[in-house]
């Protein structure tokens, strides 16, 4: 880790790991959207499908949510790298947007059920 001359510099440095960590995983979740999820909720579809639709939807139940609301929060943070908006305010901003994180916590046990029977 480099050396600081002041908070400031720090926490700015620190934002931008923060920045580049985030896009890393947006680029992941578009990744996967584009090259798996997409052509398996095709593929379900087929007379052979890998995952039939039910599964289908279930394992990737709030993935497209997921990917908007983490665009979004990058969109807001590139947008506002500069301090124009505290970055402190741009997170609280998107907290409830990121619960979609939760309900998929919540959803996994009962989908492993199902998935499994």
Do not use: W
């Amino acid at each position: 880790m480099p050396q600081f001359i002041q908070d400031d510099e720090q926490r700015a440095y620190h934002i931008q790991e923060f920045i580049k960590t985030e896009v890393s995983y947006v680029e992941s979740l578009c990744g996967l959207v584009d090259l798996v999820v997409r052509p398996l909720r095709t593929d379900s579809h087929t007379k052979y499908p890998i995952l039939n639709p039910f599964k289908c939807t279930k394992i990737f139940l709030n993935i497209d949510q997921i990917l908007h609301v983490n665009q979004q929060f990058l969109d807001e943070l590139r947008t506002n790298s500069k301090q124009a908006m505290p970055f402190g305010d741009i997170c609280a901003n998107y907290v409830s947007g990121l619960l979609v994180y939760c309900i998929a916590e919540e959803r996994q046990i009962t989908i492993e059920k199902e998935i499994n029977q």
